[in-house]
């Protein structure tokens, strides 16, 4: 189904599975803020909000993320009635399904990198975003999974080097990026909401870049390294230090040898 005031887009909206309600969109400030602002109002689960450009993007820890005419920038309501610290897990499950997606589109070697980023031969092509709205039970109102995909275009200078679909061998449509993430995270949501996290991390560190390498990690009050080993079941990264492991919650993720 297609909302919005743009209804030329109803063959894109026909392409997606019946789970998605599409609100189109030929710009906006954050496919994020006018994904919450629907939920808030009642807007029901599979609402996928959708810009050709969005002009305030903005990506984990307050980054901003650039989304040009292009590529794709989406973010669809969810309402899985699971506390917030298992509803949080619900990032992981975007990154495996547009893992899954990216993958097969490219030729290259696709990895994730924790917590949420996509990358492509070591190069990030895609940003995952969720945020949340505490209910008045245990679990929460609503999530938003906000999802960018570089598709034509990527930014030259960036914490991580970065790349698009297009520069990896993929000359494909948003269309066709939007069709192929869709039916992923539809698949996996569907798992996490019936099976657990279990079949998703187990999916997520088949594909973890860098697991049993050597890693630094950067804390918002600290640097350290490590070797990367593993993930657990409530998304916590583990880092054996050599005289301990490290359980990280929170930060970013690098790897001396690329792929960052």
Known sequence: MLTGANRSDETRAALLPAFFRLHALDECGSTNDVAKQLAAEGAPEGTLVW??????????RGRAWSSE????????????GLPPGQAALTSFVAAVAVGEAVSALVPGQVTLKWPNDVLVDGAKIAGILLESEAGRGQ????????VGINVRHFPEEALYPATALLAAGADVTVDQVLVAYAGAVQSWYHRFVTQGFAPIRAAWLNAAQGLGGAVTVRLHDETFTGRLIDMDEGGV????????????????VFFPSGGN
């Open 51 to 60: 810009a050709k450009r969005q002009h305030a993007g903005r990506g984990r």
């Open 237 to 252: 990264l583990l880092v054996d230090t050599g005289g301990a492991i490290r359980r990280v919650t929170a930060g970013d």
């Open 69 to 80: 005419p292009g590529n794709l920038a989406c973010s669809l309501i969810l309402r899985p």
């Open 139 to 146: 679990s929460v109102d609503w999530l938003v999974l906000g």
